[in-house]
């Protein structure tokens, strides 16, 4: 029988309380469904390299290539600059292992969490495929007269054909196999960005002539922002860059409940995938066992589906959104009417 190997990186914050949470279900998703796994734990994160002075050991990457599979919790310290762990750890995970996708869901489990008026479940239900290797995240760019009144400081948007083009495709196969209306739509800035968003429109129709059974469809990002809030239940699947990607996903954990319950994946379809809630490391929250679990719950759940256990992520996920809609009374953190270990002792019991 298989065994997984899964790397473990609870990181900062409360990090390692919502990955206990997550390791906890998955205890007991195992055993239900008869698989077997073995966690090594890795260090990395604000503590480590504040008494060591290293973001990330020179070997990590080439070791975590070893695991089926990481599972995050999250990453940022308050005590260290911000963008060091950030850029040295999870960026370089991302890049390192060439995760060129982020994989970001957005389902409402229940109304009463909704922000928006007269939304329900079905309403809300989408998920958005953010490119995650490129774009303005690269790090190209540069100062020049630093620190003078005639400083300027530049920052590239790097797209690539080829990147473009593997998470164009991504999204489309996933419309294909997952989407519910079997529609993509492509999230852009293409009457400003005009060399970047060129190619990804371009890239974007050739591609579809391979997929006449998804529906295409193209919103402007500031539109995409407005259409959330207003019609979020026109949106299926929708692909953005890794920039866009990242600000309408904050804003789509907002409409399904909030950052308690978004869970995301760093997807190397050929390789090794990073699961994490997409929430950080809530340094006012840390140690006190009341932050949401959920969200790590739900990463875990993401993991077990890409490594093939798809009844067993089910499961979870169905058992989450019973413990969502029935028990909970809030899905903030401190409001919930319960601890984060008893959200996931309830999880395990609904299993
Ligand atoms: C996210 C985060 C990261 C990002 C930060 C922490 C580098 O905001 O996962 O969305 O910008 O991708
Ligand atoms: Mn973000």
């Not at 796994?37 to 060591?52: L, N």
């Not at 300027?152 to 519910?180: D, L, M």
């Not at 760093?266 to 090794?272: C, D, K, R, S, T």
Request: hydrophobic share 40%; net charge neutral; proline share 4%.
């Amino acid at each position: 029988m298989k065994c997984y190997k899964f790397a473990v990186i609870p990181g900062d914050g409360t990090g390692p309380e919502v990955v206990n949470e997550g390791l906890k279900v998955l205890a007991a998703v195992a055993q239900k469904n008869g698989f077997k796994y073995e966690t090594t734990h890795f260090d990395f994160g604000g503590e480590r390299f504040m008494r060591t002075g290293e973001v990330l050991p020179k070997t990590a990457v080439e070791d975590l290539k070893k695991f089926d599979s990481i599972f995050l919790g999250a990453i940022g310290h308050p005590d260290v600059k911000p963008g060091i762990l950030e850029k040295g750890i999870l960026l370089k995970l991302r890049f390192d292992l060439d995760q060129y996708i982020n994989l970001r869901p957005v389902q409402l489990f229940d109304e009463r969490f909704c922000p928006l008026k007269d939304k329900k479940p079905s309403d809300i239900d989408f998920v958005v495929v953010r490119e995650n290797s490129e774009g303005l995240y690269k790090g190209l760019g540069e100062f020049q007269n630093k620190g003078t009144p005639e400083e300027v400081a530049i920052q590239v948007s790097h797209n690539t054909r080829k990147g473009v083009e593997r998470c164009i495709r991504y999204a489309f196969e996933y419309a294909r196999n997952y989407g519910k209306k079997k529609q993509l739509t492509l999230c852009g800035k293409t009457n400003v960005l005009t060399f970047a968003f060129d190619l990804w429109e371009r890239t974007f129709y050739e591609v579809a002539k391979e997929y006449p059974d998804i529906k295409t469809d193209y919103a402007h990002v500031d539109a995409t922002t407005m259409w959330f809030v207003k019609n979020p239940e026109w949106f299926d699947v929708i692909v953005t860059d890794n920039m866009f990607g990242d600000i309408i996903t904050d804003l789509g954990a907002m409409i399904q409940g909030g950052m308690g319950l978004a869970a995301g994946g760093n997807i190397n379809p050929n390789g090794v995938s990073m699961f994490e809630p997409i929430g950080g490391s809530a340094p006012k929250y840390t140690g006190k066992n009341v932050i949401n679990p959920l969200a790590a719950v739900c990463a875990m759940a993401m993991m077990l589906r890409e490594v093939g256990e798809e009844g067993a992520a089910s499961q979870v996920e169905t058992s989450v959104k019973t413990v969502v809609t029935t028990k909970l009374k809030s899905v903030a953190a401190g409001k919930m009417g319960y601890s984060t270990a008893e959200v996931g002792d309830l999880v395990v019991k609904h299993l």
